[in-house]
């Protein structure tokens, strides 16, 4: 029998497994060793050197774990959660459970937050101030005053003490000239600067004389309701639709009668106003003739002629009426007429007491007309204020006066139908755009409502002489 070799026999190592224990460091078996107690396992990342070595250690564990989550899905559900719509996964719940109101806890001032705060105590205690000798003076002059506790003192029989601690006998308090008590001055003393000049007392106390000691009143501005708030007019006003170039038949018969009747609301005016004028110039016309006799400055010295001429007749003893004194009434005129006066006054009151008779059994009917009236003025002043409102919000300002000067209505922008072009290249421009713009803020009430000043020329005065021909002698 062929003898065998132990166990603790050295094995013959190949070259392979020398260059693989040759490379091995001591540090890896170290390492090994310390694994076996429990330290967390770490991937161990292989070598990726070339294309090939890359391709075959690429670690795709994550991708084979979501993928075996898929997998995992549709075997309890039949598809993924990436098919499903959300009105299969998810649900609004609107009406709620009632048994979690009950299970929630109640409102209580104890759980808020500040009471909680609150509710602390410190074991530090607080802070607090050192009481001074005037706050205690105060404290107890405003409680008892000095008479009164001397009062009290003498109720209770008790020793009252003086100055340097000594007893006085109450029957003789007030006896000798000696101070008994300390003064204000004294027990005040400290709580002010007794040398502090009164500069600040001074310049209180003194009075400004003249105009400097007028002050201006002020005076606190009433609240009003805006216009601008209430007028709804568009900063761009719509055209109207006969302002087109080729418009509707109807359309521009409809704006060229409103056209008609702006020009001769305009005329009536201007004849108003003519009217006025020509009853101003016959009315100065007819003065001028009264006095187109007189020469300027003169009448007023013919009526002063006239007077004194007057006098002089007077003084000659001319005819002229003379009026009678009164005479005084005897006792009998004085009571007749006081009994006339007296019946005159009775008749008036018996028709007036008559009149009230008569009118008392019409009171109702009288209260209802009156009622009645009263109704329909109140609503008639109601529909004028919606009216003059209504006419705010579509027209704004347009023909009110505002100020010195009257808010413009506009032009009516229209052609005469011989007028009309048939193609936009014979269109012929109307109106102003920048007028349109400055009459639409006036009207908005944005700026305030302005004539165009023009200016004025001069004009030379024409200077009359009157030459003395009487005076040259040639």
């Known amino acids: 029998m062929a003898p065998t070799k132990p166990a603790s026999a050295k094995m013959p190592t190949t070259k392979k497994d020398k260059a693989s224990t040759k490379h091995k460091p001591k ?28 391709r075959k250690n690429v670690d795709i564990q994550d991708v084979e774990e979501g993928l075996e989550g898929l ?15 959300d009105k299969d996964l998810f649900q609004i719940d609107v009406t709620g459970d009632t048994q979690v ?8 001032s104890s759980l808020l937050t500040s009471t909680k705060i609150l509710a602390q105590r410190s074991a530090i205690p607080a802070v607090f101030s050192r009481p001074t000798s005037n706050s205690t003076s105060k404290k107890r002059k405003s409680t008892l005053t000095h008479e009164e506790k001397a009062r009290l003192l003498r109720i209770g029989k008790r020793p009252r003490k003086g100055p340097f601690n000594s007893v006085i006998d109450p029957t003789e308090f007030g006896a000798g000239s000696a101070v008994l008590e ?18 600040d007392q001074e310049m209180e106390e003194e009075v400004l004389e003249g105009f400097e000691g007028l002050k201006q009143k002020t005076f606190k501005a009433p609240v009003l309701a805006r216009i601008r708030d209430v007028i709804e007019v568009p900063a761009i006003v719509e055209p109207h639709q006969g302002t087109s170039y080729n418009p509707p038949v109807e359309a521009h018969q409809e704006l060229l009668l409103q ?13 108003k106003l003519a009217e006025v004028k020509t009853k101003m110039e016959s009315a100065r016309m007819e003065v001028d003739v009264e006095n187109i006799a007189v020469a300027s400055g003169m009448k007023l010295q013919d009526e002063i ?19 009678k004194t009164p005479q005084r009434k005897t006792q009998s005129q004085k009571r007749k007429a006081a009994r006339l006066l007296a019946e005159k006054r009775e008749l008036a009151e018996r028709a007036a007491r008559k009149r009230m008779l008569a009118v008392i059994p019409s009171a109702k009917t009288l209260r209802r007309t009156n009622a009645r009236l009263m109704s329909a003025r109140e609503k008639e002043l109601v529909e004028k204020q919606l009216a003059a409102q209504m006419k705010l919000k579509q027209h704004g300002l347009a023909g009110q006066r505002l100020g010195k000067h009257k808010v413009p209505e506009g032009k009516v922008d229209v052609q005469l139908g011989e007028e009309l072009s048939e193609s936009l290249r014979a269109l012929k421009p109307e109106g102003n755009l920048f007028r349109d ?14 004539v165009p000043v023009l200016p004025k020329k ?4 024409i200077v009359e002489y009157e030459k003395h021909a009487w005076k040259r002698f040639e």
């Open 27 to 54: 540090a890896v078996a170290k390492k090994t060793a310390q694994t076996v107690t429990g330290a967390p396992s770490q991937h161990n990342q292989s070598s990726r050197k070339g294309k090939r070595a890359w």
């Open 71 to 85: 997998r995992a899905e549709e075997r309890v559900t039949g598809k993924t959660l990436q098919k499903t719509e």
């Open 101 to 108: 109101r009950k299970s929630l806890p109640r409102f209580s």
């Open 182 to 199: 300390l003064s204000e001055a004294v027990k005040q003393s400290g709580g002010y600067d007794a040398w502090a000049e009164e500069a």
């Open 259 to 271: 056209a008609h009747e702006a020009e001769e609301r305009r005329i009536r005016e201007a004849e």
């Open 305 to 323: 002629a006239g007077s004194n001429e007057g006098t002089d007749d007077e003084e000659d003893g001319g005819d002229m009426p003379t009026k």
């Open 437 to 450: 713009r400055f009459l639409s803020l006036q009207q908005r009430a944005l700026i305030e409502p302005r």
């Open 458 to 461: 001069q004009r030379k005065k």
